[in-house]
């Protein structure tokens, strides 16, 4: 079936930098949009970043400038990169794909997670 595994996060300190990958995998016929979202506990869970197949971007007002999303289409991946990164983006982070699967249709998947932790 189909999975999206994250990895990347990690530690890291005050106006560091950390690259998060998320690769979809599995019975995929094709990927709409995809998307960072990020989690603090006892929150609800927001986007961060947004990509469509297309490419076009948007992003949280709280992490322009600072982050950004792209994807390669043929590897069935997404990435972010972040940079200059604050307290405040601690936080787990999710990657989510719209997309058709060829077993069940059209539906949102979810990756495991992925605790980034600025160290201040």
């Known amino acids: 079936q189909v999975q999206l595994v994250e990895s990347g996060g990690g530690l890291v300190q005050p106006g560091g930098s950390l690259r998060l990958s998320c690769a979809a995998s599995?019975?995929?016929?094709?990927?709409?949009?995809m998307g960072w979202y990020r989690q603090a506990t006892g929150k609800q869970r927001e986007l961060v970043a947004g990509?469509?197949?297309?490419?076009?971007?948007n992003y949280a007002d709280s992490v322009k400038g600072r982050f950004a999303i792209t994807r390669d289409n043929a590897k069935n991946t997404m990435y972010l990169q972040m940079n200059s990164l604050e307290p405040e983006d601690t936080d787990v982070y999710y990657c989510?794909?719209?997309?058709?699967?060829?077993?069940?249709?059209?539906?949102?998947?979810w990756g495991q997670g992925n605790q980034v932790t600025d160290s201040a």
């Open positions: 599995g019975s995929i016929f094709s990927i709409y949009t």
């Open positions: 990509i469509a197949s297309g490419c076009t971007e």
């Open positions: 989510k794909a719209h997309l058709h699967s060829n077993n069940n249709g059209l539906n949102n998947y």
